[in-house]
């Protein structure tokens, strides 16, 4: 029986759309920005699918260097190439540089500032909660998956174990943890 088409969904139109694109996505982030990279790029603009942005923010994650860094020039290069890869990377990197280096003129100077370390601390519990809150909105896409949401469960928590209470370095885990989640879902696809 044929596959039923899938319509093909909206993409960047130019190098400039991905390099403004990216530009504000950057600027909206403070710290964790998977949920707002989440919103932007699956919700909002729809250039990905939740599926496609739980694969490629997986492979973002295993990369060396940031995460989103890793997926902008993954969804860069998807639509344009190599071009497209680096319109991405400067759009992520250019403006938040500047502003990166003015913010860290000015902390120099309030740094000691009780004020100042309670709003970092306060911005640190909003973080975690919008993690939260992102991966409860794509949880749904895990019935999807070819382990099952019950096995992705369980790998969660065996590496939240690994690495929050147990303090195995990441590089293990990974390759333990991500080594028999490929295999096994490798197996259950070649079935």
């Known amino acids: 029986m044929p596959k039923p088409a899938v319509a093909p969904h909206p993409q960047p139109s130019s190098l400039a759309d991905l390099f403004i694109s990216f530009t504000l996505l950057a600027l909206q982030g403070f710290g964790g920005v998977l949920a707002i990279v989440q919103r932007e790029l699956v919700e909002k603009k729809r250039w990905l699918t939740k599926e496609e942005f739980i694969e490629d923010w997986a492979v973002a994650q295993i990369m060396p260097g940031p995460n989103v860094v890793n997926l902008s020039m993954m969804i860069g290069s998807r639509y344009f190439g190599l071009p497209g890869a680096l319109a991405a990377l400067a759009g992520m990197l250019s403006l938040p540089l500047l502003i990166v280096l003015l913010v860290a ?3 120099a100077q309030v740094a000691t500032h009780p ?13 975690a909660g919008m993690i939260i809150a992102t991966a409860l909105k794509l949880a749904p ?6 382990l099952g949401w019950r096995s992705c469960l369980v790998f969660s928590a065996l590496c939240f174990v690994s690495i929050g209470w147990l303090r195995i370095p990441l590089v293990y885990v990974l390759i333990s943890l991500g080594g028999a989640a490929c295999y096994l879902a490798y197996r259950k696809l070649d079935a």
Request: without cysteine; charged residues 10%; glycine residues 14%.
């Open 141 to 146: 896409a895990l019935n999807r998956n070819p």
């Open 105 to 107: 003129l000015l902390y």
């Open 115 to 127: 004020g100042v370390a309670g709003a970092l601390r306060g911005m640190s519990a909003v973080t």
